[in-house]
């Protein structure tokens, strides 16, 4: 069974950092895909960024590329967002989604398994 439990949610001041955690278990083979999406209030879930595990290919959209960096740790069955130069606009509950085969999708349907969600606000 897959699971994804999310961590490294909170409460950072505009031009700060956070680095959130998706936890992976249960994939058999290690070609799967993982994506970061977010959804703000009052707002469509928006897929922000992806990471192939077999081949590492990295996917941003325009509103965090430069600012954030998706990165995987094999040993460790876990993805990471790593956020720099948050802004208020990237206040969001953060999910991870995965899907078992790519390519890597922005879009949210093309994934089968999600984690619970983490709370990032960008606050002075």
């Known amino acids: 069974q897959v699971q994804l439990v999310e961590s490294g949610g909170g409460l950072v001041q505009p031009g700060g950092s956070l680095r959130l955690s998706c936890a992976t278990s249960?994939?058999?083979?290690?070609?799967?895909?993982v994506g970061w999406f977010r959804q703000a209030p009052g707002k469509e879930r928006e897929g922000i960024s992806c990471?192939?595990?077999?081949?590492?290919?990295?996917f941003y959209t325009d509103s965090v590329n430069g600012r954030f960096t998706i990165s995987r740790d094999n040993a460790k069955k876990t993805v990471y967002l790593q956020m720099n130069s948050l802004r208020p606009e990237d206040t969001a509950v953060y999910y991870c989604?995965?899907?078992?085969?790519?390519?890597?999708?922005?879009?949210?349907?093309?994934?089968?398994?999600w984690g619970q969600g983490t709370q990032v606000t960008v606050s002075s």
């Open positions: 990471i192939s595990i077999s081949d590492d290919n990295t």
């Open positions: 249960g994939f058999i083979k290690d070609y799967y895909i």
């Open positions: 989604a995965a899907e078992s085969l790519g390519p890597c999708s922005f879009h949210g349907y093309e994934y089968s398994y």
